[in-house]
């Protein structure tokens, strides 16, 4: 059974860092930290704040697939302002690399026709 620990491998903005982040044994930094932390309580809304390519869409993706794989059936809408730009980053780019990286076993089934995406343990 998946849990918060073995899903929270780890965070990164890109695959290299990640690899090179996994052999060095070292864990995440402190606003990392905070970013789970954060992600993990009982608010309804969280912002993340940080600059281009600083890991805030992969931490965010992540903590989505681990709760969605957590309960199985449950719906989780990922969004942003303009469709191009959701089908672009998040997608195409951010949601499969999150699977690949930090859910080796789960399967990502692609529904483009009704632009959405189930995710199977």
């Not at 989505?64 to 809408?77: C, D, E, F, N, Y």
């Not at 469709?83 to 690949?100: E, F």
């Not at 789960?106 to 189930?118: G, K």
Request: hydrophobic fraction near 40%; aromatic fraction near 8%; glycine fraction near 8%.
């Amino acid at each position: 059974m998946l849990t918060a620990e073995t899903a929270a491998v780890t965070y990164c903005s890109n695959a290299s860092f990640l690899k090179a982040l996994l052999k060095s044994g070292k864990g995440l930094t402190d606003k990392q930290r905070d970013a789970n932390r954060l992600l993990g309580g009982s608010q309804r809304h969280t912002l993340l704040v940080g600059g281009a390519s600083s890991g805030k869409t992969f931490t965010i993706l992540r903590r989505i697939m681990a709760r969605g794989l957590q309960a199985p059936g449950s719906r989780h809408a990922i969004l942003r302002f303009r469709w191009n730009a959701a089908r672009a980053t998040i997608w195409l780019d951010s949601l499969p690399t999150v699977a690949r990286l930090c859910f080796p076993n789960a399967e990502l089934v692609d529904h483009r026709q009704d632009s959405y995406v189930e995710v199977w343990p």
